[in-house]
């Protein structure tokens, strides 16, 4: 079995700083890319940031020069720095995994909640 668990969010006002940080367990063989995805209340799921397993990333044109995401391979986790933040960047963040272990597959986090004041 594999888990995926997020942390990190809250409740900030407009141009405050929070950290989240996405752990993958269980049996791994290895993780090939990771990413941040948000979801606002009555939109669709979209990509916030991904990074591969050697470090090349990609951002969402909304959130570029404010976000910065990183992976520690070692402990299987990924990290979404947020600064500059925005009340439109309130959203639930999930993580995705993509993962091999006898096969490859994606694995979802549960999400956590991010609000920003204004």
């Known amino acids: 079995q594999v888990q995926v668990v997020e942390s990190g969010g809250g409740l900030v006002q407009g141009g405050g700083s929070l950290r989240l940080s996405c752990t993958a367990s269980?049996?791994?063989?290895?993780?090939?890319?990771m990413g941040w995805y948000r979801q606002a209340q009555g939109s669709q799921r979209s990509l916030v940031a991904q990074?591969?397993?050697?470090?090349?990333?990609n951002y969402a044109d909304s959130v570029k020069g404010r976000f910065t995401i990183s992976r520690d391979n070692t402990k299987n986790t990924v990290y979404l720095q947020m600064n500059s933040l925005k009340p439109e960047d309130t959203a639930v963040y999930y993580c995705?995994?993509?993962?091999?272990?006898?096969?490859?597959?994606?694995?979802w986090g549960q999400g956590t909640q991010v609000t920003v004041s204004s």
């Open positions: 269980g049996s791994i063989f290895s993780i090939n890319s």
């Open positions: 990074i591969t397993s050697d470090g090349m990333t």
């Open positions: 995705k995994a993509v993962i091999t272990t006898t096969y490859t597959f994606q694995s």
